[in-house]
């Protein structure tokens, strides 16, 4: 390998069934590259150091500016956005090469891009949305304080990229598989039944905690806590605060915790004397 080259190790699977195996391309080294314009060139001549032509690495991405958060995937050890993560950059923390691996805690379609179905169910379960009763012209919203707006504008910077989930040590991977003969209808709503079990993680949670705080949104506020606190809700955090040290766009996860829970525990003292 010359000066003028470098190596790219990737982690390959050719689908969720079949186990994982590694490949190794050798690309020139051009300055500003980011890990997204790699794995494109490799896309356009896919052969390895060995020199066996293979089939393309498999990847998502979308907006190409750490918005979509569709390319997350492990950099180095570190997840993170292929589109943000510069080669030069990672070719000065380890000059051996680089090395991507899909994301660790969501079942892998193929080589890079894995299914993050059960972090969109999460945000379906708990209802993070702000519901409209009619499409016509309202008018303006209610106005939120400065305060406010500083406090919940960081929150709606999320991408859903699940860089939170993935270094989060209560969150683990469910495969839930299609039965034989079984429909797409029953097979959707035992799948998303069996997920609502499981941890719904700092995203979705961080989610439902902006939408509480919405002027409007709030009005959804009692049924998203109670789904917050159903199984598989933030009781099962346990607060070790990865999910923050992780998350590209700094959110206050940690913050939201509290908030959630503070949230929680309002709801149920009250309820408990209310009858
Ligand atoms: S604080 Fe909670 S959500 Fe964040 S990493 Fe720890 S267990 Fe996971
Ligand atoms: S909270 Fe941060 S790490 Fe988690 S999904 Fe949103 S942007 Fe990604
Ligand atoms: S392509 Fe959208 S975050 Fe990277």
New binding site residues.
Partial sequence: MSQEQFAVRVQRQNDPSQAPYWHTFLLDYEPGLNVTSLLQRIAANPTTIDGAHVAPVAYESGCLEEVCGSCTMRINGRVRQACSALVDHLLKEDPSGIELRPMSQFPVVRDLFVDRYRLFRALEKLQCWVPVDSYDDMGSGPKQSAKQQEQNYPLSQCMSCGC?LD?????KEVTIERHKDESEEAFEERRDAELDRHFI??AAMSQAVLMNSNPIGKVLATSRIEAMTAPGGIQN???????QAVCPKEIP?MTS?GRANRSATIHYVKKFFDG
Avoid at 167 to 171: L, R
Avoid at 237 to 243: E, F
């Fill in positions: 939170c270094a989060c040590p209560q969150y993680g700092a955090c346990g607060k070790a605060g990865n999910c996860l915790w």
